[in-house]
DNA sequence: ACTATATTTCTAGAAATATCGAAATATTAG
DNA sequence: CTAATATTTCGATATTTCTAGAAATATAGT
């Protein structure tokens, strides 16, 4: 992990709909969820979610299977807690809020 | 923290340019940089610069406050807190690397 | 081969974002 | 008030992203 692989994650994830399938994946854990059944949960046309799902991908936070005639995805081993170490040792002051200054006093 | 705004924080976060400006003002600590000094550093145009400054105002992820001609830029304490809890909580499996099936078996 | 199901790719218009020069604004000094 | 510095706002263009319908592809069953 990096900056630059970590502001991809960052992107990626920023978007409201990658995000809510995203934690879907996560609450499914480790099987995942077919393509299908995410549609169904999310309300989203299929291409659409089809377009998001692909850039999960190719950011390596999603991975996805074929079993059969469906798709299952999970969300890929790992790369949060990457993610989450980075932000944490790049990305935190480590300073106290005390440590501020107080710009809501008048 | 909630997953809306959790969305606005990385996507504010997920543009290269304004994660290498707020990494540069959480390593500059509870004082922060002022504009001009991370435009020197970061070798941005001024007009672009004060662009993404103001986004990651609006998000939150960032404080500023004038100091005669200067605007001193901070990060906003506790944000990255809150991010970082909220991914932790909400977008990690806690399942552990080996429950997942392994797809890079050949 | 034919049909049904699951999902992706193609396509395109609309909306958002990035970039940066020029002009405008704010502040200080003289 | 004028000049100099610091930063933002404006305006224009280039690029990306979002969305979703239509068509294409992949797989399974008969």
């Given amino acids: 992990m990096n900056e630059e692989i970590a502001a991809k994650c960052l992107s990626e994830l920023g978007s409201p709909t990658r995000l809510s399938v995203f934690r879907l994946l996560v609450k499914a854990g480790p099987d995942g969820m077919v393509v299908g ?5 999310l309300q989203i046309p299929a291409s659409t979610l089809s377009h998001h799902i692909a850039r999960l991908s190719w950011t390596g936070l999603v991975e ?3 079993q059969g005639r ?24 480590g300073f106290d809020t005390a440590d501020y200054a107080d710009t809501t006093a008048a």
Avoid: K, V, Y
Avoid at 37 to 41: G, K, L, N, Y
Avoid at 73 to 92: H, K, Q, V, Y
């Fill in 37 to 41: 059944d995410i549609q169904r949960r």
């Fill in 70 to 93: 469906q798709l299952h995805c999970s969300t890929r081993p790992g790369i949060m807690d990457d993610l989450i170490t980075f932000l944490t040792a790049e990305c935190c002051t």
């Fill in 64 to 66: 996805q299977r074929r």
